[in-house]
T-cell receptor, first 115, second 110 residues
Framework: GAVVSQHPSWVICKSGTSVKIECRSLDFQATTMFWYRQFPKQSLMLMATSNEGSKATYEQGVEKDKFLINHASLTLSTLTVTSAHPEDSSFYIC???????????FGDGTRLSIL | GEDVEQSLFLSVREGDSSVINCTYTDSSSTYLYWYKQEPGAGLQLLTYIFSNMDMKQDQRLTVLLNKKDKHLSLRIADTQTGDSAIYFCAEDTGRRALTFGSGTRLQVQP
């Protein structure tokens, strides 16, 4: 079946550095990818919707200059957390969707810890 | 508007059936999903049902959809300790990202 690969699975870095997270659809073309953030014991919060070849659409309250999203191909979207700070520590999950009548498939998530 | 609600916690004994309930508000939903999340892991798609169906069975999983009441349920037969996880229902209207419920933590007691 369809598989979405997310990399890295866990990253720890110092405050002030930038971190890039990759999301790849392995056996289908993802016209749309979504980026979610999940706080402990909470549900997923949509951060942005990424369509291939166009600018991402950010949800209210999400800083687009802080969370840079690039969807340069039909199989790859990246989320870069710029100048990360401890409050950016969270679990980030991507999902990818192909045709409109197909379900979304999720990556395994990236645990980001900022010291 | 879009709003998906679930109960927060369910505890069952191993071997019993588990039923996790979900209500949604958007009548234009095309697909409704059940995802499983184990500690520290991402979301695993368990099953989904198209809005013109009222039941779907897949091995130990049975999904029931009542469109009139906007009620979705997931029944897990012969629940095992490995089924312990958080289960999210989500609706897909086709217009944007999924809308998730808060998740139901299923605890299976040996």
């Amino acid at each position: 079946g369809a598989v979405v690969s997310q990399h890295p699975s866990w990253v720890i870095c110092k405050s002030g550095t930038s971190v890039k997270i990759e999301c790849r659809s392995l056996d289908f073309q993802a016209t749309t990818m979504f980026w979610y953030r999940q706080f402990p014991k909470q549900s997923l919060m949509l951060m942005a919707t990424s369509n291939e070849g166009s600018k991402a659409t950010y949800e209210q309250g999400v800083e687009k200059d802080k969370f840079l999203i690039n969807h340069a191909s039909l199989t790859l979207s990246t989320l870069t957390v710029t100048s990360a700070h401890p409050e950016d520590s969270s679990f980030y999950i991507c999902s990818a969707k192909g045709l409109s009548n197909q379900p979304q498939h999720f990556g395994d998530g990236t645990r980001l810890s900022i010291l | 508007g879009e709003d998906v609600e679930q109960s927060l916690f369910l505890s069952v004994r191993e071997g019993d059936s588990s039923v996790i309930n979900c209500t949604y508000t958007d009548s234009s939903s095309t697909y409704l999903y059940w995802y499983k999340q184990e500690p520290g892991a991402g979301l695993q798609l368990l099953t989904y049902i198209f809005s013109n169906m009222d039941m779907k069975q897949d091995q130990r999983l049975t999904v029931l959809l009542n469109k009139k009441d906007k009620h979705l349920s997931l029944r897990i037969a012969d629940t095992q300790t490995g089924d312990s996880a958080i289960y999210f229902c989500a609706e897909d209207t086709g217009r944007r990202a999924l809308t998730f419920g808060s998740g139901t933590r299923l605890q299976v007691q040996p």
